[in-house]
T-cell receptor
Framework: NAGVTQTPKFQVLKTGQSMTLQCAQDMNHNSMYWYRQDPGMGLRLIYYSASEGTTDKGEVPNGYNVSRLNKREFSLRLESAAPSQTSVYFC??????????????FGNGTRLTVT | KNQVEQSPQSLIILEGKNCTLQCNYTVSPFSNLRWYKQDTGRGPVSLTIMTFSENTKSNGRYTATLDADTKQSSLHITASQLSDSASYICVVSAHRGNNRLAFGKGNQVVVIP
């Protein structure tokens, strides 16, 4: 039972470097999400994909891009990393397209540090 | 202003004791409320869901309550164990509107022997 798998687990970048965070789920879920979690703040939605072939901005999309490669995979790209993007990034999936109508299943996160 | 407020921010309890975590929300129109448990270094895991018509629901030693009139929920942990040390996150869903969830900042619980 892999569930939601995120890679890498840890990453250190220099300011201006780019990278892609990978996420895959094996539960045949329709919706996938990218969140960031910072100390003292709740999880904040970066982008989501309600179904294969669609993506939408969340509340903090600036500096990020996403690709819903297929039903299983949803990647998050940082084109030019900034120190403000230092965070823990969580990918999640849910069975139904409407957020909240089914529980979120989270990966174990990618801990990103931008120096 | 955050639509979901949780209290206390953190607490330390002795193993075997009970504790209650609070969640107040302003999300409207309300659809449902979930409690998630997040262990250190892991992603959150859903514990329970409360819908408008439900007052109380139990999942093992965890009991959630909902008062939709006052827009308050609580999560009660009975006979705490060391494995209950975690952050407990309250997440509220609106019935319509943008396809987003409102997250609380979490209650950090530390259980000591």
């Amino acid at each position: 039972n892999a569930g939601v798998t995120q890679t890498p687990k840890f990453q250190v970048l220099k300011t201006g470097q780019s990278m892609t965070l990978q996420c895959a789920q094996d539960m045949n879920h329709n919706s996938m999400y990218w969140y960031r979690q910072d100390p003292g703040m709740g999880l904040r939605l970066i982008y989501y994909s309600a179904s294969e072939g669609t993506t939408d901005k969340g509340e903090v999309p600036n500096g990020y891009n996403v690709s819903r490669l297929n039903k299983r995979e949803f990647s998050l790209r940082l084109e030019s990393a900034a120190p403000s993007q230092t965070s823990v990034y969580f990918c999640a999936s849910s069975e139904l397209s409407r957020a909240g109508n089914s529980p979120l299943h989270f990966g174990n996160g990618t801990r990103l540090t931008v120096t | 202003k955050n639509q979901v407020e949780q209290s206390p921010q953190s607490l330390i309890i002795l193993e075997g004791k009970n504790c209650t975590l609070q969640c107040n929300y302003t999300v409207s129109p309300f659809s449902n409320l979930r409690w998630y448990k997040q262990d250190t270094g892991r992603g959150p895991v859903s514990l329970t869901i409360m819908t408008f018509s439900e007052n109380t629901k139990s999942n093992g030693r965890y009991t959630a309550t909902l008062d939709a009139d006052t827009k308050q929920s609580s999560l009660h942990i009975t006979a705490s164990q060391l494995s209950d040390s975690a952050s407990y996150i309250c997440v509220v869903s609106a019935h319509r509107g943008n396809n987003r969830l409102a997250f609380g900042k979490g209650n950090q619980v530390v259980v000591i022997p």
